[in-house]
Structures are given as structure tokens and as C-alpha cells.
């Protein structure tokens, strides 16, 4: 069965957050606004940019480390906050620009973005990291979900399966993007810890600035920012659905908790185990995962448009358990090319896995509930990209970190394993 354009929206957007909004209220139309191409691509390069903002400090986190000497664990802690940030935004501010319109949102979280980089830019200790990372994690979380609802609304033809498809394109490639510009400037342009944020940030005022000139308004304002700005978003588990939940959830487990890291870690796994103390080579590893993983759902959805969530959760799962198993040799062998080919086919099933448990759980949940159980849904998505990465970083202060990779992989892949069991065992007349 072919997604609903609601589904498809969903299931393609990496970040998440972004369209559980459009399930949390029905916002008032405004006047039919005048679509452009201009208007929607400026809203994808924003998009892109808020993701990139994002992903730009991985490549970093060595030169942080080494510049304070703290722990892996003190890396992934600075590293997952940006989740508790993105979590913070999805559960209390999800349906903020239903309520007061897409421009301001976008426009005033881009501006708080633009605002983080400064403060990695002025950061003389840990703590001010841990600061600018949160209020990242916030402003991307509020900014994606005004976005995403954008991006459909101004598409030109109306099509909401190619808006999802850019949607989440942008998103991906944002990270990957990010983190590889970091990458190309802290080897080769001077200054290191700051170039990369002011070039972010110069890039922020001037999509902030297209924004606000170019891009019309597409909801009525109905509330004020002050009455509006906090709302508690329920969560809900329906009984009907909960097998179908737990599969999703398994499959977005096992996608998000590879890619969060590789987002923390990527580094440090460049550094000390493949021995190649190279920031674009850092920058490079998380473009293998999270760009591959976005243009893995691109490619997929573009030439398998009919394709079932069953057929994308046994390639993305295989795919995540045949990477795993490459860069865990790849880190015995210390071979660089192997670690390579791992991380690709790790992106692929990164991307496919989240993608096939997302459109599970959107399609399985009564409409009446969808917001309820896709924000529980998010919130594992975010513990997932969060929390395993932690453990790791803490475990790997008393293991090493090859021995920590090695169980990382071990027990990502049962998980991955299950997903495919799972749906070796769906009987064709079942397929979503």
C-alpha cells in the first residue's frame, strides 16, 4: 500500500519533529499564498543550513578534548544534549507555528541558531558548549517543524510526496554538509574553533534575510507568541497497534543509535583507530552515514515508489548489521577503505530502517491519535541518538574504545536482526 501524502511527509523527514506538528493541530489557512520555486528552495536551504548548523561541530570535538582534556564521555554529553534539546522543542513547542504562523518561527529560530554559533565562537570552557548545544537543539527542533509544513505548503505543484522527499534530503545532506565544511576548514583555514561558526552564521543571517523578504505566510496567525510559546504534547500507545509499534521503534533504535555515534564519535574513531588525525577525514566518515543515509531514502523512494515497509526494513536492516560488521573489522585491520565501504552501507541502512519505521508507525495509528503516538515515537528516536552514545562514551574510559565499538556493533546489530526477522516472518498480505 503507497504512503498518504501525511505518511510520506512523516516518513521522510530525518529530524522528525518536523512533521509530528503537522498531526498536532489543524492550523487556519492563510490566504492561498503565492507559491514560487524561490520561496519553497529557499526554504530547503534553510533547512539544509539549520541541519548544517547542527553537524558542525563533530569534527571538533577532538580539538575540544585535547584543548580541556576531558573524556569520550564529557564528548557524547555534548554531543546528546542537542537531542534533550530537540525533545524539549518536539514535546512543548511541536505545534508553535500552527498557532502563530511559519515566517516568525522560521525567521526567530533561525536567528537563535545564528546566536548558538556566536556562542561556540566566545566558549572558553566545557560548560559553554554544553550551553550552545541546547540552544541548538531547541531552535532546530522548533525551526524543522515550521519548516517541513512550509515546504509542503509552498511546493509549486502541490505535491506532497516530492516536498517530503526534499524535506528530508536537506535534512541529511544538512549534516553531512556541515560537518564536512567544518572539516575543510579546520585542516586547511586558520583560526579552527571559530571560522567554521562564523561562516554558519553569516550563512544564517542571509537565509533569515531571504526569508523574511521572499518567502510568504501560509497559516493564519491565530494566538500570540506569549499565550502559545508552551503546550504539552501528549503521548499516546494505543493497544491495537503496539506490535507494529514495537517493531518501528526497534527499527528507529537501531538507525538512530548508529547515527548519533557516528555524529559523537566520528572523530575519535577517525584519530585513534584508524590512526588518521585529519579533520575533513572526521567530516568525511559522517557524510558515509548521514548523507548515504538521505540519499539512500531519496534513491529508494524515487525508483521503488510502490515499495513495501517490508521489503525497506530487511534491506535497511541487513544493510546496518553488513556495515557494522565491515568497520568493526575495518577497526581490527586499521583499514581506512574498509572503514569507508562499512560506513556507506551503515548509511544506507541508516537511512532505509528509519525511513521503514517511521511510515510503520505512521500508517498503523488511528488518525485521531497519529500526533499522540508519533511524538512517542520521536521521543525514542531521540533517546536513541542520544543515550546509546553516551554509554558508549562512558563505557569506552574503562574498555578502550575499539572494545566499546565492538559491543556497540554487537548488540545494534541483534536489535538490527530482529527488525529482519520480523519481517522475514510478515506474511505478504500484511505488507504496509
Request: charged fraction near 10%; proline fraction near 3%.
Amino acid at each position: 500500500m503507497s504512503p498518504t501524502p501525511t505518511s510520506a511527509t512523516v516518513s521522510n523527514d530525518v529530524v522528525g519533529s518536523a512533521l509530528v506538528e503537522a498531526d498536532l493541530e489543524t492550523p487556519t489557512a492563510a490566504p492561498e499564498p503565492t507559491r514560487s520555486r524561490l520561496s519553497f528552495w529557499l526554504v530547503t536551504a534553510a533547512t539544509a543550513l539549520a541541519l548544517a548548523a547542527s553537524g558542525t561541530p563533530s569534527p571538533l570535538y577532538v580539538d575540544y578534548q585535547a584543548k580541556w582534556g576531558f573524556s569520550a564521555t564529557t564528548v557524547t554529553l555534548i554531543y546528546g544534549i542537542y537531542a534533550g534539546g530537540v525533545l524539549v522543542a518536539l514535546l512543548t513547542m511541536g505545534g508553535l507555528s500552527d498557532r502563530i504562523g511559519r515566517r516568525p518561527v522560521m525567521i526567530g529560530s533561525i536567528g537563535v541558531l545564528a546566536a548558538s554559533m556566536v556562542v561556540f565562537v566566545f566558549a572558553d570552557n566545557v560548560g559553554w558548549l554544553y550551553v550552545a548545544r541546547a540552544i541548538q537543539g531547541v531552535a532546530t527542533g522548533v525551526f524543522t517543524g515550521a519548516a517541513g509544513a512550509a515546504l509542503s505548503e509552498l511546493h509549486f505543484r502541490r505535491d506532497h510526496r516530492i516536498a517530503s522527499l526534499v524535506n528530508s534530503t536537506a535534512t541529511a545532506s544538512g549534516i553531512a554538509f556541515g560537518a564536512v565544511l567544518t572539516g575543510m576548514l579546520a585542516q586547511w583555514a586558520p583560526a579552527r574553533l571559530v571560522l567554521p561558526y562564523l561562516v554558519v552564521a553569516g550563512l544564517s543571517v542571509l537565509v533569515l534575510i531571504g526569508i523574511a523578504i521572499w518567502v510568504p505566510e501560509t497559516v493564519t496567525a491565530r494566538q500570540s507568541l506569549r499565550s502559545s510559546l508552551f503546550r504539552l504534547q501528549r503521548l499516546s500507545l494505543p493497544a491495537g497497534i503496539r506490535q507494529e509499534f514495537a517493531i518501528g521503534g526497534l527499527s528507529v533504535t537501531a538507525a538512530w543509535s548508529v547515527g548519533g555515534l557516528y555524529l559523537a564519535l566520528g572523530g575519535t574513531l577517525a584519530k585513534e583507530l584508524l590512526h588518521v588525525n585529519n579533520h575533513l577525514v572526521a567530516g568525511l566518515v559522517i557524510l558515509a552515514v548521514q548523507g548515504v543515509g538521505g540519499l539512500g531514502q531519496l534513491v529508494w523512494n524515487l525508483s521503488r515508489p510502490t515499495a513495501s515497509i517490508r521489503s525497506s526494513a530487511l534491506v535497511g536492516s541487513a544493510a546496518l548489521i553488513v556495515g557494522l560488521v565491515l568497520a568493526s573489522i575495518a577497526l581490527a585491520t586499521s583499514s581506512s577503505a574498509v572503514f569507508f565501504i562499512g560506513a556507506v552501507a551503515t548509511g544506507v541502512g541508516f537511512g532505509l530502517a528509519f525511513m521503514s519505521g517511521t511510515r510503520r508507525v505512521t500508517q498503523v495509528a488511528p488518525d485521531a491519535q497519529r500526533g499522540e503516538v508519533l511524538a512517542a515515537y520521536f521521543v525514542i528516536a531521540y533517546i536513541a541518538i542520544s543515550v546509546p552514545a553516551i554509554i558508549a562514551g562512558l563505557v569506552s574510559t574503562h574498555l578502550g574504545i575499539t572494545e566499546t565499538f565492538y559491543w556497540f556493533a554487537g548488540i545494534t546489530s541483534v536489535i538490527a536482526a530482529i527488525v529482519f526477522v520480523a519481517g522475514l516472518l510478515e506474511r505478504e498480505e500484511r505488507q504496509l
